[in-house]
């Protein structure tokens, strides 16, 4: 299927730098997502974009966190100081179309270690 | 909090039929049933999608009861690499907005 490329698929930093995660997404896609996976835990939505805006986020979508797709580049997540429980895995997604009649297909995830 | 509940586990052996169940009692006329699976280390893989009746691709097929409230994902001689947590995720227009919500899943093992 289509498919999601996601750099880097590893990162450490530090608890109170500045990561930021980047989505290669779908060519023709327009909308994405970004999830979060603690270890052991079920995936968790944060956010989707469209059209260069955020329209709908999650609880877990901290003020900390940000999202933006400069002209059609990466679709990134920047987090903006780290804290020790943003370790996870962020998978990415995109789709064509919107409301759940078109499907979101995911990348391979980054796995993210604050220390 | 998801809106299906599936059996959380099953085990099969290679060659068999795996049929998994999952109940949406709450269904809404503009939602459509989604099934994904995951492996260890990668992110959640679209198997097949659906809104009534029975629907049928290269990996799987799934049947949906005639009030939306049961679906089934079929998938015919599973091997090893079949060995995943398959999702079965509600979604559409105006209910979950643009959002999959995952559960816990039903964590699918194969034997040799």
């Known amino acids: 299927g289509p498919k999601v490329l996601q750099i880097p698929s590893h990162q450490i930093i530090d608890m109170g730098q500045m990561v930021t995660l980047n989505c290669d997404p779908v060519?023709?896609?327009?909308?994405f997502y970004w999830y979060k996976q603690i270890l052991g835990q079920q995936m968790e939505f944060l956010v989707n974009?469209?059209?260069?805006?955020?329209?709908?986020k999650s609880k877990l979508f901290k003020d900390q966190f940000s999202v933006e797709r400069p002209d059609g580049s990466y679709f990134t997540l920047k987090i903006q100081p780290t804290a020790l429980e943003d370790s996870a895995v962020y998978f990415c997604?995109?789709?064509?179309?919107?409301?759940?009649?078109?499907?979101?297909?995911f990348g391979p995830g980054t796995r993210l270690l604050v220390l | 909090l998801a809106k299906t509940t599936q059996p959380p586990s099953m085990e099969a052996y290679e060659g068999q039929e795996v049929n998994v169940s999952c109940s949406h009692t709450?269904?809404?006329?503009?939602?459509?049933i989604y099934w994904y699976r995951q492996v260890p280390h990668q992110g959640p893989q679209f198997i097949i999608q659906?809104?009534?009746d029975y629907v049928v691709n290269e990996v799987a097929s799934l049947f949906i009861s005639a009030d939306r409230k049961l679906s089934t994902l079929s998938l015919p001689w599973v091997s090893l690499r079949d060995a995943a947590v398959y999702y079965c995720?509600?979604?559409?227009?105006?209910?979950?907005?643009?959002?999959?919500?995952f559960g816990i899943g039903t964590l699918l093992s194969v034997k040799p």
């Open positions: 997604a995109s789709s064509f179309d919107w409301g759940g009649q078109d499907t979101q297909y």
């Open positions: 060519s023709n896609h327009l909308y």
């Open positions: 974009f469209y059209n260069g805006k955020v329209m709908e």
């Open positions: 709450n269904i809404a006329t503009s939602e459509y």
């Open positions: 659906g809104y009534k």
């Open positions: 995720i509600v979604t559409g227009y105006g209910s979950s907005g643009n959002k999959l919500i």
